[in-house]
């Protein structure tokens, strides 16, 4: 990486961060068959993915999972019972072969920062590039255009205990840009910033890498933060992979039930499969949804009982509920809670089984109101109900 830092500094952020899977990239990190065991417990069961040069992957999944593990393993702080880890074609880690984590030319930010606490900030930042013996001239280069990139200027003899938790964060990624490592490992990087900061942070992070070009390897409970960082989601279910793609993928068609409500579609509508001469659709009680079948392929039968997966703000209320048909189910409002932006209720169908459901709305509602809830068609996803949640 020879790009001159501060130049990227100056700037503007891009209207969007666009998705960054390269396809056509080299082969960066190879996972295979990956298995750790603790005791008798499979903390990770044989996964297997690769990453390409330039990439960010968000390993993305709920407490105990086995993130924590997974980046352990790449960082070289554990090592695979079976499987192999290859970083640029070569095997750094398998269950006969560990390569010591200096010698990976992998850095890591981690949750807590873990900065050196007698040391100031620029001290910090250029802690490694002393240790390889840097020439005293580039160090001071190196620093100049880390201090400007992280918006550092001004704190160079500061402490860590008297910096911000978002100084401090930035002063952990400059250290870890510092000796320009070939994958970066971040690990909840954003878990102890408030929330303001969190979603700031997150932005100017994806930023930031795609333009060094950095690839990096990033671990998150939190779908939003994967969403503003990632190009490629890794969905962990524990100790497997429940699905690798796109974040665009993993959004507009998560692959389970499990996924669907781990993405934020946490309304599940229970009903039957039927075929109609409109196309597939589905059956609650007297009512049949038409139009949802985004997702629906040949293991749909007849008369199956399956679930429809969807987001709250994926559907519109109507107050006019005899004027609709079609994907709209009738509803009674239970509660109603203002969020700021929105209003958030939760109704109760009232066909087939009385499902609660969550609405996002502009409008206030008040309990007892009967309204009827439109799904967005493109936005529903449906399951076997059988299949493991
Ligand atoms: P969190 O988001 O809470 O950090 P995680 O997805 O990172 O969770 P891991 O820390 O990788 O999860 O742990 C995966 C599983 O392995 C958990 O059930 C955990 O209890 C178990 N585990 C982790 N480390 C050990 C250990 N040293 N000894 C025994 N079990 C462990």
Not at 280 to 289: C, D, H, K, N, S
Not at 303 to 315: C, D, K, T, W, Y
């Amino acid at each position: 990486m020879n790009m001159n830092l501060s130049a990227i500094a100056m700037e503007e952020l891009p209207a969007s961060t666009e998705n960054n899977h390269k396809p056509q990239a080299a082969m960066l990190l190879e996972v295979s068959q990956l298995t750790k065991n603790y005791g008798s417990f499979q903390a990770l069961r044989g996964i297997s993915f690769d990453m390409r040069q330039g990439e960010i992957i968000s390993v993305l999944g709920p407490s105990g999972c086995g993130k924590s593990t997974l980046l352990q393993l790449v960082a070289g702080l554990a090592s695979p019972d079976e499987g192999h880890i290859k970083l640029d074609g070569r095997v750094i880690a398998s269950n006969k072969n560990m390569l010591p984590p200096e010698k990976r030319g992998v850095n890591m930010v981690f949750q807590d920062y873990a900065l050196w606490p007698h040391m100031n900030v620029t001290e910090n930042i250029v802690y490694g590039l002393r240790r390889q013996r840097m020439d005293r001239g580039d160090i001071e280069q190196r620093l100049t255009e880390l201090l400007e990139l992280l918006h550092l200027e001004g704190l160079e003899h500061r402490l860590p205990p008297q910096l911000s938790g978002g100084q401090q964060q930035r002063v952990a990624i400059a250290r870890a840009l510092a000796t320009r490592p070939n994958l970066m490992l971040l690990d909840e990087p954003l878990s102890n910033l408030d929330m303001r900061l969190r979603v700031e942070m997150r932005t100017e992070m994806a930023y930031l890498f795609r333009k060094l070009g950095i690839s990096v390897f990033h671990v998150t409970h939190d779908p939003d933060e994967a969403f503003a960082m990632a190009d490629r989601l890794l969905i962990l279910r524990a100790g497997g992979i429940d699905q690798f793609g796109t974040s665009q993928q993993c959004y507009s068609k998560p692959a389970s039930r499990w996924a669907a409500s781990l993405l934020g579609a946490i309304n599940g509508l229970r009903g039957t499969f039927v075929h109609t001469p409109q196309g597939a659709a589905i059956r609650m009680g007297e009512q049949v949804l038409h139009g949802i079948t985004p997702n629906v392929d040949e293991t749909f039968i007849e008369g199956s009982e399956v679930i429809l997966m969807f987001r709250p703000e994926e559907a519109t209320i109507l107050h006019d509920v005899s004027a609709e048909t079609g994907n709209a189910l009738q509803a009674v409002v239970l509660h109603c809670t203002f969020e700021g932006m929105r209003w958030r209720s939760v109704v109760q169908t009232q066909e087939g089984q009385k499902q609660k459901l969550y609405v996002l709305h502009e409008e206030p509602l008040s309990p007892g109101d009967r309204i009827a809830v439109r799904l967005r068609s493109s936005s529903a996803f449906i399951y076997n109900f059988e299949e493991e949640r």
